[in-house]
């Protein structure tokens, strides 16, 4: 699913008027499985890989690792009270993420629900799957 998510998120841009290589985006949750620090086979770790491939200025935040963890896996880390970004693309559906207010995060223009776990407020989720908007 990671380059299916990576070919929603090129959609979403378009609509939203973000050009991919300009935009910043941040990847919520890298584990495999919610609410657990597993990263075998995560397809977050994956998709972030497409996007460092692609000159595309990506950030992570997750809950279940510290900033210098996320470092040492050559992670760039972004800190939901201060950072900014265009997009945040939903990575693992750890719970925290159910709740969280995506209103505060600064320039925020949409969110890609690759986990189909949020609702849409006043930012426009763009899900994978049933049930949601397309891009």
Same mark, same amino acid.
């Given at each position: 699913m990671p380059y299916y998510t990576f070919n929603v998120m090129k959609r979403a841009c378009r609509k939203?008027?973000? $050009?991919? #290589? $300009?935009?910043? =985006?941040?990847?919520?949750? !890298?584990?495999? /499985?919610?609410?657990?620090? *597993?990263? +075998? *086979?995560?397809p977050a770790l994956i998709f972030h890989g497409i996007l460092k491939r692609e000159n !595309? *200025?990506?950030? %992570? @935040?997750?809950?279940? =690792? #510290? +900033?210098?963890e996320m470092r040492e896996l050559g992670l760039k880390v972004f800190d939901s009270k201060k950072d900014t970004c265009d997009a945040i693309i939903i990575g693992c559906d750890h719970p925290d993420f159910k709740g969280f207010d995506f209103k505060r995060i600064k320039g925020l223009k949409f969110i890609i629900d690759g986990r189909n776990? !949020? $609702? &849409? &407020?006043? %930012?426009? %989720? !763009? &899900?994978?799957? +049933?049930? @949601? #908007? /397309?891009?």
């Open positions: 939203f008027g973000v $050009e991919p #290589s $300009e935009g910043k =985006f941040a990847l919520f949750g !890298i584990s495999y /499985k919610g609410g657990t620090r *597993d990263l +075998r *086979d995560s !595309i *200025d990506i950030t %992570v @935040h997750d809950p279940y =690792f #510290s +900033r210098a776990m !949020i $609702e &849409g &407020g006043k %930012v426009p %989720v !763009i &899900g994978i799957g +049933r049930n @949601h #908007s /397309k891009a």
